[in-house]
């Protein structure tokens, strides 16, 4: 596994995906998606039918099979841990979690959150209800680990990009 290690994690909508992309680009890392394959739908399949151990074990195969994949390259992972933290109960993540990473929260409000994910063709519409309990979800799980959480709704593009720029600087240089 390799120490230069930084997920961007947050809720649909957030800027995960532009961001990561744009990130590994820029400090010459790996984009890798842990749950953008099989592993994705193992873990929804889990959290629907409220198997938290199933939770945390996709979650945990995805990230170390997305990390093995990165060969001692620096990497940017497009989701981690907080990810499987909003899916499972609170204390019970705590207890049981050990594969922690240096990870950016990126967020955005709920009018935010709808307009982006309104724009989109292929996302499935969930009721906004539904949107704002996982946001309160990812403000509260960050507070796990230590890390920025990055206002996407109140910040430019470019903006963001060197809030993790400098955050991936400081990850890099053992800081």
């Known amino acids: ?3 230069r290690v930084i997920a961007l994690d947050g809720h649909d909508g957030a800027g995960k995906t532009t961001l990561a992309r744009l990130l590994a680009d820029s400090v010459g890392a790996q984009y890798l998606r842990p749950f953008g394959n099989s592993h994705g739908a193992t873990l929804m399949l889990a959290y629907n039918s409220g198997d938290s151990e199933g939770v945390l074990n996709a ?3 995805g990230i ?3 990390l ?3 060969a001692g390259r620096p990497v940017v992972l497009d989701r981690g841990w907080l990810t499987i933290a909003t899916l499972v109960p609170a204390d019970f993540f705590k207890a049981r979690w050990r594969l922690w990473m240096p990870t950016a929260l990126l967020w955005c409000d709920l009018p935010t959150t709808l ?3 309104g724009q989109r063709k292929d996302e499935k519409p969930e009721a906004a209800a539904w949107h704002e309990d996982f946001l309160v979800r990812y ?3 960050r507070l796990l680990c230590e890390g920025p959480t990055i206002r996407t709704d ?4 470019n903006h963001c ?8 600087g400081e990850i890099s240089r053992g800081g």
Do not use: I, P, Q, V
Request: aromatic share 6%; proline share 0%; glycine share 4%.
């Open 1 to 3: 596994m390799t120490d």
């Open 161 to 168: 990009l060197d809030k993790l720029r400098s955050y991936f």
């Open 115 to 117: 307009r982006r994910l």
């Open 64 to 66: 170390a099979e997305a």
């Open 59 to 61: 979650g945990l195969r």
């Open 154 to 157: 109140m910040n430019d593009l």
């Open 139 to 141: 403000k509260d799980r």
């Open 68 to 70: 093995d994949r990165a």
